[in-house]
């Protein structure tokens, strides 16, 4: 497809752009285009986020809409830049870093944000090459549009087009592009990098930016005696608390949880080691390059407390007073916990609370973790049960018969009051049929590789509606190939 086939310099996407945040000024960012690739072509796209942007139903159709996506055509109306943060990484202060990869076209007059990840080399590449990997990029593409079709805060993603060009890795790939779209693309990590320079100025008017769009409230709260800004850290901490619990109980492994890859909107960010759990394992580590475990499943709500913990210390000048800012995420201890057991009664099929569930979770998570139960497959199979009565379809899933047949009766017992029928609509409206797991993701990466991009399509199509059943699908929400454990996803992926 060539890019000549439309005599034009500019590509008009039909939208409407405003400054946002490049409104705060050259400290905070950088403008600069992103770099061409040659001859791209589309790998993915998602109609339902081009309809959230406001795109033209036609809008994969022109190929400056192509060109635009790839980087390789201006888009009307907009200035690209990248912004500069800094952050920890796994644990350690790694200074500053920024988007090394990512270029932002722009908000929308809709308020969303428009960034190429993958469009070239920016100055905060750290002598990176800046550009994004083929099986990478449609990893990103699917887990984001898979986490919002679970109804988890995410980052969305319009597109993946890819190229012939080669990008180095490990070995040579192709090069190629995600269309990635947020109210915000903005990070714990931005914050830090003003605090960890003392330029307050632009530390305060960074807080005030994001608070006047994000966090209104925070601004006649009673809460700390009218301090906006501790208000807002109290605000983030529960955002993120209550995503943390959605994660934890859809069995999701984030990978790389440093503190510039969370997101201030408590959105899920940046995919690049991520794994859905198979067998559960609460110790499990999805990102090879975690050599001490420092992101695994379990250790994610503490790690997520600790990158909190970061924020107030950045967020500390504006605050004024150590110990406002530390009673500022006190509520992350209450809300995590409260969100968690929440979400997994609903997974049980539970309308109501009662003082017995928080054991009843504990039994059966215990269970799933002594045995490697499936972990997707074993919650849908009990959604079944609790519409047909067929207890032996999940039972099997268990070594241990005796253990899970004692679970199963205090379940019944305490549904012994329920609608059966209103509780397994809740389980089968709660529990998935289909997530992106490491082998389907690799599969549809391979077809790829050989252009052929049928499979990225068909996972796209499951994961936006993971609990409807798909008649005819159901390979993809079978058991792992035993060759599904030899994959690793590390942070170069």
């Known amino acids: 497809m060539s890019l000549l086939a439309e005599d034009t310099d500019v590509a008009d996407l039909g939208l409407r ?15 600069l285009r992103p770099t061409p690739l040659p001859d791209p072509y589309w790998v993915g796209h998602s109609d339902a986020v081009a ?28 200035n690209p830049f990248a912004t500069v943060y800094s952050g920890h990484q796994f644990g350690v202060w790694a200074g500053q870093l920024g988007d090394g990869r990512a270029i932002m076209l722009g908000e929308t007059e809709g308020g969303l944000e428009l960034q190429l990840k993958g469009a070239g080399r920016t100055p905060y590449s750290r002598g990176g090459d ?54 915000s693309f903005i990070r714990f990590g931005h914050f830090e990098h003003f605090a960890a320079n003392q330029r307050e100025d632009e530390l305060r008017a960074l807080a005030d930016y994001v608070i006047d769009r994000y966090y209104l409230a925070c601004r006649t709260t009673d809460r700390f005696n009218g301090n906006a800004y501790a208000a807002f850290l109290e605000a983030v901490s529960e955002r993120t608390a209550a995503l943390l619990a959605q994660w934890q109980a859809v069995g ?14 408590g959105l899920t960010i940046d995919y690049g ?22 992101y695994a499943f379990n250790q994610q709500p503490n790690v997520a407390y600790w990158n909190l913990f970061c924020l107030a210390q950045a967020l500390l ?4 007073d150590q110990e406002v800012a530390v009673a500022a995420l006190e509520s992350y201890k209450t809300v995590f916990p409260n969100a968690f057991e ?21 039994r059966v998570l215990k269970l799933l973790a002594a045995g490697k139960v499936d972990y997707t497959i074993f919650w849908r199979r009990l959604s079944q049960y609790m519409a047909d009565g067929n207890a032996e379809p999940v039972r099997d899933l268990f070594l241990d018969r005796a253990g899970f047949d004692a679970w199963l009766l205090s379940f019944s017992e305490r549904h012994a009051q ?37 499979g990225v399509a068909t996972l796209l199509t499951l994961l936006e509606t993971p609990f409807e059943e798909h008649p005819g699908a159901d390979a993809y929400a079978g058991f792992p190939p035993d060759w599904a454990s030899t994959i690793e996803i590390s942070c170069s992926s």
């Open 418 to 454: 329920s609608v059966r029928s209103e509780a397994a609509d809740l389980m089968l409206q709660s529990n998935p049929k289909y997530v992106l797991r490491n082998h389907l993701g690799q599969q549809a990466i391979e077809a790829a590789a050989q252009k052929d991009f049928s």
């Open 51 to 78: 309809r959230e942007l406001g795109l033209p139903a036609d809008w994969r159709q022109s190929d400056t809409t192509l060109a635009a996506l790839t980087g390789s055509l201006p888009v009307a109306g907009t």
């Open 342 to 362: 929440a979400r997994m009664r609903t997974k049980l099929g539970l309308a109501d609370a009662a003082e017995t569930d928080r054991a009843l979770i504990e």
């Open 130 to 183: 800046g550009r994004a990997v083929l099986r990478s990029s449609i990893r990103e593409f699917l887990c984001s549009e898979a986490m919002h079709g679970l109804g988890i805060p995410t980052t969305r993603a319009l597109s993946v087009t890819g190229s012939d060009a080669r990008v180095f890795r490990e070995e040579p790939e192709s090069a190629a592009v995600v269309a990635r779209v947020a109210p």
């Open 252 to 265: 999701f492994c984030h990978g790389v949880m440093n503190t510039d890859n969370m997101s201030i909107l």
């Open 17 to 31: 752009w405003k400054p946002g945040f490049a409104a705060l000024g050259p400290a905070f960012l950088t403008h």
């Open 273 to 294: 080691p991520f794994q859905f759990l198979d067998g559960f394992d609460p110790r499990h580590i999805c990102n090879h390059s975690d050599t001490s475990g420092r």
């Open 317 to 320: 000048p504006l605050i004024g």
